[in-house]
């Protein structure tokens, strides 16, 4: 079992919430109203005043360690490495060469024998069931246990898993990042030819929409670079102050050749400031594409438009 310091839990435990959210986590944290925040995970989670307090389930506190522990059921332990681990690394700052990411180990959840659960929630998204059965095949996605939800697993340059996003497969938002995950490895599909261009997604879900699409179309989707930000990107107030996504920024600096960025966020405010931010911040010798979904807000939305598929009706309490 880890040992700390008390000076270090003690300095685990003067981080509020805000402070974490917004140096280490941008992408979980949500502009609300003058003054408050909420998370993209939980969106009746609010944030103001130096406090938080989770409405739906009548919690609250006000530092990270509480809501590490309280609300992402973290033991104090894990808690404590996870705020010490981020903050002994600045935050990244614009394509610059990324720090050393922090070692804590990512514990995957427990891995089930079977897939039919999440083949066929991925189905019921419109999801292509040959590129599901390939990414179980590759190892990218599995079913996990106890609860059967599906698993987006993200690979270092060595083919070791760094990042795991659990999503539900019921009609609830579950959402949450698997312990010790680092969003500077979150999923993706990796071209099977050389190219120069990288395609961005806000989600895995949304990533494999647009490879669904693309193979209706009859096109080569296996020959693009699909990643994932594993959530919703959230720049700064001052656009020009704003950081590039730890996935991307790390992609960058992995593959040196890349220079053409697709944006494909949402179609609502948060993917349009995203997409404005990242087109005024990332180095001019990239040439960066908007090229948001036709229909709907996300490009899960467009795919089950395009095949008539009533997914929200069926899951209405999911979004």
Same mark, same amino acid.
């Given at each position: 079992?880890?040992?700390?310091?008390? &000076?270090?839990?003690?300095r685990a435990k003067e981080m509020d919430l805000y402070t974490y959210?917004?140096?280490? &986590?941008?992408?979980?944290?949500?502009?609300?109203?003058?003054?408050?925040?909420?998370?993209?995970? *939980?969106?009746?989670?609010?944030?103001?005043?130096?406090?938080?307090?989770?409405?739906?389930?009548?919690?609250?506190?006000?530092?990270?360690?509480? #809501?590490?522990?309280?609300?992402?059921?973290?033991?104090?332990?894990?808690?404590? !490495?996870?705020?010490?681990?981020?903050?002994?690394?600045?935050?990244?700052?614009?394509?610059?060469?990324?720090?050393?990411?922090?070692?804590?180990?990512?514990? /995957?959840?427990?891995?089930?024998?079977?897939?039919?659960?999440?083949?066929?929630?991925?189905?019921?998204?419109?999801?292509?069931?040959?590129?599901?059965?390939?990414?179980?095949?590759?190892?990218?996605?599995?079913?996990?246990?106890?609860? *059967?939800?599906?698993?987006?697993?993200?690979?270092? @340059?060595?083919?070791?898993?760094?990042?795991?996003?659990?999503?539900?497969?019921?009609?609830?938002?579950?959402?949450?990042?698997?312990?010790?995950?680092?969003?500077?490895?979150?999923?993706? /599909?990796?071209?099977?030819?050389?190219?120069?261009?990288? *395609?961005?997604?806000?989600?895995?879900?949304?990533?494999?929409?647009?490879?669904?699409?693309?193979?209706? &179309?009859? @096109?080569?989707?296996?020959?693009?670079?699909?990643?994932?930000?594993?959530?919703?990107?959230?720049?700064?107030?001052?656009?020009? &102050?704003?950081?590039?996504?730890?996935?991307?920024? #790390?992609?960058?600096?992995?593959?040196?050749?890349? !220079?053409?960025?697709?944006? *494909?966020?949402?179609?609502?405010?948060?993917?349009?400031?995203?997409?404005?931010? /990242?087109?005024?911040? /990332?180095?001019?010798?990239?040439?960066?594409?908007?090229?948001?979904?036709?229909?709907?807000?996300?490009?899960?939305?467009?795919?089950?438009?395009?095949?008539?598929?009533?997914?929200?009706?069926r899951y209405e309490k999911e979004r």
């Amino acid at each position: 079992m880890a040992y700390y310091q008390p &000076e270090e839990i003690q300095r685990a435990k003067e981080m509020d919430l805000y402070t974490y959210l917004k140096n280490y &986590e941008p992408e979980e944290l949500v502009y609300f109203s003058r003054g408050t925040y909420m998370t993209r995970t *939980h969106d009746s989670l609010k944030i103001s005043n130096g406090m938080w307090y989770w409405f739906s389930r009548g919690i609250g506190g006000k530092t990270a360690l509480e #809501y590490l522990i309280k609300v992402r059921d973290y033991t104090f332990i894990q808690a404590v !490495e996870t705020i010490l681990g981020y903050s002994n690394v600045k935050p990244p700052t614009m394509y610059q060469q990324p720090k050393k990411v922090q070692n804590i180990r990512l514990i /995957l959840p427990k891995r089930s024998k079977s897939t039919d659960k999440i083949i066929s929630y991925l189905s019921s998204r419109g999801i292509d069931k040959d590129i599901i059965n390939e990414c179980i095949d590759n190892r990218l996605i599995y079913e996990d246990l106890p609860n *059967h939800n599906v698993v987006f697993v993200g690979y270092d @340059k060595n083919n070791v898993p760094r990042y795991a996003g659990i999503r539900g497969t019921n009609s609830s938002r579950y959402m949450k990042d698997a312990y010790g995950s680092h969003k500077a490895f979150s999923f993706k /599909l990796e071209s099977t030819e050389k190219t120069d261009s990288v *395609h961005l997604f806000e989600s895995a879900i949304d990533l494999l929409s647009y490879a669904t699409l693309k193979k209706m &179309e009859n @096109k080569e989707w296996y020959n693009d670079n699909l990643l994932s930000l594993a959530g919703v990107y959230q720049p700064a107030k001052k656009i020009d &102050e704003s950081k590039i996504p730890l996935a991307l920024n #790390y992609y960058l600096n992995q593959n040196q050749d890349i !220079e053409k960025i697709y944006l *494909h966020f949402d179609n609502d405010s948060a993917g349009r400031i995203a997409t404005m931010a /990242l087109k005024t911040i /990332l180095p001019k010798k990239y040439e960066v594409i908007d090229d948001p979904p036709l229909i709907g807000k996300d490009f899960n939305d467009f795919l089950c438009a395009k095949k008539g598929i009533n997914y929200k009706k069926r899951y209405e309490k999911e979004r």
